[in-house]
């Protein structure tokens, strides 16, 4: 009878259980970061090959993830098997394992690290990736995930002591960051998921249950993990989310969750440069203060604004926002020229189109399902 190491998953990637790896002693390591498709990226060597791109995900607490085609190309036989299912404990599959000789970025590099294989882009308009590197790869390092500074940093040492303002202590369950935030006056426990690319708050249903809603919930999609489907809603809350010091006062929150923790995603952590030490458990977290913003009359922003369908662009306080009927506001990320993602989904493409003019006349929105949904604007 075969031995299964049994995995759990996270809201769009992996819940791993700990894997032990040696890392090589090293100096100081800094990597930029690369943006693929509003997805942040660093180039990674496998075996002396590359650089591939992988993400970085705290929701991921195995030492890496990679693609089948990618271990295919590098010819990586399977080294063992993990049994895995997301945080709901239902659905368990069964997956490969390969053994990585060299994991190097940064000129740091990593010996023997067990690896997950499978696919790793779940819906088709999801970014593509070579491969995701777990928390548990930086168990021996100060992880400094600088998002502003568009930098990946490890180091030696270890943080201050909490402070529960800007320096709080975490739990690590599977090897995933778990703190305190307060929903309301409520306290619970929320996962620091740089792999959750659906929503900023993921909340759970038990818990949405016992809150005020500002608006009344919609549904904006379905979401995918590696073996489950589950249909998405949205809703302003009225109170506010703490974490630590800082404060998100009526924010959007995406729900159900797919356990009973909050879920913070990675349109909320980019907003911050969060320095994990492993050996303490203890976060930090640093928000630069924002930019000064374009005027408000730009042409070129404005020139979106009007209703398209079922879809109004409007335009507040120099940002542009989306809202489908009568469903929250959300922001636009401007991503190339008339092209836009949205804040709190960041995998999402919207396109403006113009005609021989340069006039904007329609509004064009890649669904779930892969397809691109048009409508025409009519009204300025």
Not at 272 to 297: G, M
């Amino acid at each position: 009878m075969r031995n299964f190491k049994v995995v759990t998953f996270s809201v769009l990637l992996l819940f791993v259980s700990f894997v032990s790896i040696a890392a090589q002693s090293a100096p100081v390591a800094i990597v930029p970061i690369q943006f693929r498709d509003s997805r942040p990226v660093i180039e990674v060597m496998l075996n002396g090959k590359g650089p591939f791109i992988f993400s970085i995900d705290t929701g991921g607490g195995l030492a890496a993830d990679i693609d089948s085609s990618i271990a295919a190309q590098l010819k990586l036989e399977p080294s063992g098997k993990v049994r895995g299912g997301d945080p709901s404990g239902r659905n368990f599959r069964e997956f490969d394992t390969v053994l990585i000789d060299s994991l190097a970025f940064g000129g740091l590099e990593f010996r023997n690290v067990t690896a997950l294989s499978r696919e790793q882009r779940l819906t088709p308009n999801a970014p593509r990736v070579d491969g995701i590197l777990g928390f548990a790869l930086f168990e021996d390092y100060l992880l400094t995930l600088d998002y502003p500074g568009k930098q990946v940093r490890l180091a030696r040492g270890e943080l201050p002591a909490a402070n529960g303002a800007n320096i709080l202590t975490f739990e690590s369950p599977r090897r995933i960051p778990v703190v305190d935030v307060l929903v309301g006056n409520i306290k619970m426990k929320a996962h620091l998921d740089s792999g959750n690319m659906v929503g900023r708050f993921i909340l759970p249903t038990s818990l949405v249950d016992k809150l005020t809603l500002a608006s009344p919930p919609v549904t904006v999609g379905r979401a995918r993990t590696v073996n489950n489907e589950v249909e998405i809603k949205e809703a302003k809350l009225t109170d506010s989310i703490k974490l630590g010091s800082f404060e998100f006062s009526q924010p959007t929150i995406t729900f159900p969750a797919l356990a009973e923790v909050v879920n913070i995603g990675l349109s909320v952590l980019r907003e911050f440069s969060l320095t994990f030490d492993q050996k303490n458990k203890r976060v930090k977290l640093e928000r630069p203060a924002p930019a000064a913003t374009a005027a408000a009359s730009s042409p070129e922003t404005n020139e979106f604004t009007g209703s398209y369908g079922e879809r109004t662009i409007s335009f507040n306080d120099s940002t542009l926002y989306l809202q489908r009927r009568d469903g929250p506001k959300i922001k636009l990320v401007a991503a190339g020229k008339d092209e836009f993602t949205l804040e709190r989904v960041p995998s999402a493409r919207i396109k403006f189109a113009r005609d021989a003019q340069g006039k904007v006349i329609e509004l064009q929105v890649l669904n779930q399902s892969g397809q691109w949904e048009s409508s025409k604007k009519t009204q300025p």
